[in-house]
């Protein structure tokens, strides 16, 4: 199992990103997918998630201003992530399933 996230970068506050993990090696289709986010010295914590059927999830920090989907046809999730605040500032990694399949971490910095 692959994962490759990419999108991060630098943005001021109020500002949007798209954070993309491209996948190989999985039944894609079937499996739930999970945009998780670390601080230093913090736990990883969970972002949102989608199931394989379509059913998403958000920490409530980020419901009305993020949005997961995916595109099944590319095995590809996606983290639209609006009006960005400081405190989103992280390591934003993807995950597959409940196991050890993470992407390598894309770092989100949002300035004030």
């Known amino acids: 199992v692959q994962l490759q996230a990419s999108g991060g970068g630098l943005v001021q506050a109020g500002g949007s990103l798209r954070l993309s993990c491209a996948t190989s090696?999985?039944?894609?289709?079937?499996?739930?997918m999970g945009w998780y986010r670390q601080i230093p010295g913090k736990q990883r914590e969970l972002v949102a998630s989608?199931?394989?059927?379509?059913?998403?999830n958000y920490a409530d920090a980020v419901k009305g201003r993020f949005s997961i989907s995916k595109d099944n046809t590319k095995a590809t999730v996606y983290l639209d992530m609006n009006n960005l605040r400081p405190e989103d500032t992280a390591v934003y990694y993807c995950?597959?399933?409940?196991?050890?399949?993470w992407g390598q971490g894309t770092l989100v910095a949002v300035s004030s």
């Open positions: 090696g999985l039944i894609f289709g079937f499996t739930i």
């Open positions: 989608i199931t394989g059927g379509g059913t998403t």
């Open positions: 995950r597959a399933g409940l196991g050890d399949d």
